[in-house]
């Protein structure tokens, strides 16, 4: 072959691979204001003018030039003014997973939550190439957007009972807990009902009913150390210590939890409520099981610098006053030979339990 064929022949070649389309629409930025042109040539029909950090697509290059959309409107212009440039894109649906392929039946490589960002690079077959910390793959167009929605900076606080946090809106995902009155920062909020919140480095999802802006602080004292004392009920003076509307800490014997309660009235007994949100929090994980329910417990009362040997139950039942507290009524504290109000009997199973409390410290 002559050295003119060759030459033609490498000519043709290096002409058809710079007029191949890029195999994907890449994310790209203007590099400084740019004039889009009708057709890759200065002669042709200016369409306009595009300022400088303007996003676009770019989907082939040819001799210098570089064929944009944008808009679903098509141009040209110079190659040296368009920069493929990662773009951020965020989750806008509950979750969104990432495949292998553009197929939905390839392999998952993860799901992620709600308003999470994602790094994309370009556009193929209704896939959005993107990378996820140390995963890359492909996620669905129609699951992300170009919007940041992590708009909020507010810091909110578990009120309720073993919360978990989800790693996306929806309680059949993962999740971890998360101890009562835990300061959490809420950055955005799915749905009306699920607050995007970051703890201790990780980020998830709880539900916008278990969490308050305002932390539930409760007054009274620690609980008094050395031994526990027995006192009746009816000829102690446990009921002036103890008074209505006197605050005592309350402490399980089984499992060392200390909460606040507050008596609200009561004669044979002492009827009481949690004084806090984060105080019924605190007697759910002590009582376990038992919460909500006639099961007697032993435990500590912690009030006037003594520490009374005493019993409850867990079951919320009647009135209440306080409101705000997660706890729907108020439940009973016994000591020595207090009575129950329906029988006016001593009732021997809170007996026993104070006898455990006695002798347990």
């Known amino acids: 072959m ?5 030459l033609s022949v490498l000519l043709i070649v290096i002409f058809i691979l710079a007029d191949v389309a890029l195999a994907d629409n890449y994310f790209a930025k203007t590099t400084g204001s740019v004039t889009v042109y009708a057709s890759a040539k200065t002669s042709s029909k200016k369409l306009g003018t595009l300022p400088g950090g303007t996003w676009v697509y770019l989907t082939a290059q040819k001799n210098g030039w570089s064929r944009i959309e944008l808009n679903g409107k098509v141009g040209y212009a110079s190659a040296a003014s368009i920069k493929k440039t990662a773009r951020a894109v965020y989750v806008k649906n509950a979750s969104a997973t990432i495949y292998k392929t553009t197929n939905i039946n390839s392999t998952r490589m993860e799901i992620v939550g709600y308003g999470t960002k994602l790094n994309a690079s370009y556009v193929k077959n209704g896939f959005i190439y993107v990378s996820s910390g140390s995963t890359k793959g492909y996620v669905p167009a ?3 957007q170009t919007k940041d929605p992590n708009t909020l900076n507010k810091t909110v606080y578990i009120k309720t009972a073993s919360c978990r946090i989800y790693s996306y809106p929806t309680t059949s995902a993962s999740s971890f807990t998360v101890p009562t009155s835990a300061a959490l920062k809420c950055t955005a ?12 480095g990780k980020v998830g999802f ?9 932390k539930s602080v409760s007054t009274a004292s620690n609980p008094v150390s050395g031994k526990s004392v027995s006192v009746d009920w009816f000829k102690g003076n446990i009921q002036s210590v103890f008074a209505v509307g006197n605050i005592a800490t309350v402490t399980d014997v089984y499992t060392g939890i200390s909460w606040k309660v507050k008596r609200r009235g009561g004669t044979n007994h002492a ?3 949690p004084l806090t949100a984060a105080d019924t929090a605190a007697m759910q994980r002590a ?11 032993p435990i500590w009362v912690s009030i006037g610098g003594k520490k009374f040997a005493a019993s409850m139950n867990c079951m919320n039942h009647g009135e209440c006053n306080i409101k705000d ?3 729907d009524g108020h439940h009973c504290i016994h000591f020595t030979n207090s009575k129950t109000h329906s029988t006016n009997k001593v009732d021997p199973d809170h007996q026993a339990a104070i006898k455990i409390a006695l002798a347990k410290g």
């Open 271 to 273: 009827d009481v409520e």
């Open 2 to 6: 002559s050295l003119r064929r060759m």
């Open 189 to 200: 909020v799915y749905n009306g009902t699920w607050c995007r919140v970051t703890y201790n």
């Open 325 to 327: 507290n997660n706890f």
């Open 206 to 214: 709880v539900k916008k009913s278990e969490v308050s802006t305002s």
């Open 287 to 297: 009582c376990g099981n038992d919460f909500k329910t006639w099961a007697r417990r």
């Open 142 to 144: 129609s699951s992300v």
